[in-house]
C-alpha cells in the first residue's frame, strides 16, 4: 500500500521552530523529487519548498526563502521540512508530496502523484 504520512505538526508561537517529517512506504522515493506544500483555511494549496532526488538541489517559495529548509535521508524514506522563525501567516495544513523523477523545478501541485494527509501548524502571534 501507498503512503506518505507527514508528522512534527503542532501549536508554536512566533519565532519559533519546528521541524516537519514525511515517511513514505510502498513507492519509489530516492529517484524523485519531493516537495511540500501547504494550504492555510480558504486559500488555493500552495507550493513551499522541493528536494531533488540525491538532494543536492533544493527549491523555496519566496515567502518561506531563509527560514525554512528541506532535506531528505533516502535510506530511511524520509524527507523534512524544517521550519525557523516561524510567523502567523505560515498556519496552514502542511503536506508532502511526491514528484516526477530526478531534478527540476516542479512548483504545481498538479505535478505531483502521490500526497499525505497532512499536518497542522498554527503560529500564534
Known amino acids: 500500500q501507498e503512503h506518505l504520512v507527514e508528522s512534527g505538526g503542532g501549536l508554536v508561537q512566533a519565532g519559533d521552530s519546528l521541524r516537519l517529517s514525511c515517511a513514505a512506504s510502498?513507492?519509489?522515493?530516492?529517484?524523485?523529487?519531493m516537495g511540500w506544500f501547504r494550504q492555510a483555511p480558504g486559500k488555493e494549496r500552495e507550493f513551499v519548498a522541493l528536494?531533488?532526488?540525491?538532494?543536492?538541489?533544493?527549491y523555496y517559495a519566496e515567502s518561506v526563502e531563509g527560514r525554512f529548509t528541506i532535506s531528505r535521508d533516502n535510506d530511511k524514506n524520509t524527507v523534512y521540512l524544517q521550519m525557523d522563525n516561524l510567523q502567523p501567516a505560515d498556519t496552514a495544513v502542511y503536506y508532502c508530496a511526491r514528484g516526477p523523477a530526478y531534478s527540476g523545478r516542479y512548483n504545481g501541485p498538479g505535478e505531483y502523484d502521490y500526497w499525505g494527509q497532512g499536518t497542522q501548524v498554527t503560529v500564534s502571534s
Open positions: 528536494i531533488n532526488w540525491n538532494g543536492r538541489s533544493t
Open positions: 510502498g513507492i519509489i522515493f530516492g529517484l524523485n523529487v
